[in-house]
């Protein structure tokens, strides 16, 4: 509120900020919407375009019917996930860096997190099977965190590969994992070929920004794009979908979005049914 002011900002605004040790930086502000606007405003219910256009033509809240303030908590929970469109680039590293690459957004609604992450994973194209196999090649540094993500996909029944040094921790645990090379001259099967024979639904590949292992982790990501099998750069991303895998037991409602936003209790919590992308219908 006190940047829109002191910057004279009438209608909207885009605030980039990082937080840093609890502390908050703010990056750049921008007099202008962003892709997350008609996101929020699917959630609250509020037309912030409309809302904002008429402020910028000289009508208050107050004269819209708005007080200032947060708005009030609702009882829904959205998750906004990434869509790529990396398969239809030949050639091209799906490594995410600050850059943006994603497509477009998809939006998954509903009353608890896990319901509604279920739900953003599997419209954006990165839910995994309930059963399966995933392959693991992941840097020195993300070596310990991956491993208690590989611990809950075998939990969960999964079938672990793994290339040469992430493999050789897994052992180390006495966690059952399939050894495949990362070297693609040096015989077969190797992880290009796991990954197109379709005998792994999902890859964790990480780097620490060394050209060296990005450039060896490209084949790896492209075969997974073309393949269109889920390749997960982040380990937080991987440690959801596990988490979601291992919550998919659970109901999910499927309700018009006017209904999840409502002060009534919940429908019919026994009700299952698939993600949506952002239409009103999560």
Not at 187 to 214: A, E, K
């Amino acid at each position: 509120t006190r940047i829109g002011l002191g910057l004279g900002v009438s209608g909207l605004m885009n605030v980039q900020y990082v937080i840093f040790q609890r502390e908050v930086f703010v990056l750049e502000v921008n007099p202008r919407a962003s892709r997350t606007v008609p996101f929020l405003s699917k959630v609250t219910g509020v037309p912030m375009v409309k809302v904002a256009t008429r402020v910028m033509l000289g009508q208050t809240l107050a004269e819209q019917g708005y007080e200032g303030g947060l708005w009030p908590e609702g009882k829904l929970v959205a998750v906004k996930a990434p869509v790529f469109s990396m398969s239809k680039l030949s050639m091209v590293d799906t490594y995410l860096g600050p850059e943006m690459k994603s497509t477009g957004e998809v939006m998954g609604v509903d009353y608890k997190l896990p319901a509604a992450l279920v739900k953003a994973l599997t419209a954006a194209g990165m839910m995994l099977p309930p059963k399966g196999s995933v392959l693991f090649s992941v840097s020195d540094r993300d070596k310990p965190e991956a491993l208690g993500i590989a611990r809950r996909f075998h939990e969960l029944g999964y079938v672990l590969y793994a290339t040469e040094g992430t493999a050789k921790l897994f052992e180390a645990v006495n966690l059952p994992v399939q050894v495949i090379t990362k070297k693609l001259d040096e015989g077969h099967p190797n992880v290009v070929d796991v990954i197109r024979s379709g005998q792994v639904q999902g890859v964790v590949n990480t780097m620490t920004g060394d050209r060296t292992p990005l450039r060896d982790g490209f084949e790896i990501r492209r075969a997974a794009a073309e393949h269109r099998v889920p390749c997960f750069t982040s380990l937080d991303t991987a440690r959801a979908v596990a988490e979601s895998l291992a919550s998919r037991g659970l109901s999910y409602n499927v309700l018009p979005l006017p209904e999840y936003r409502g002060t009534g209790e919940q429908g019919d919590a026994g009700t299952r049914g698939h993600g949506e992308g952002e239409g009103e219908t999560p």
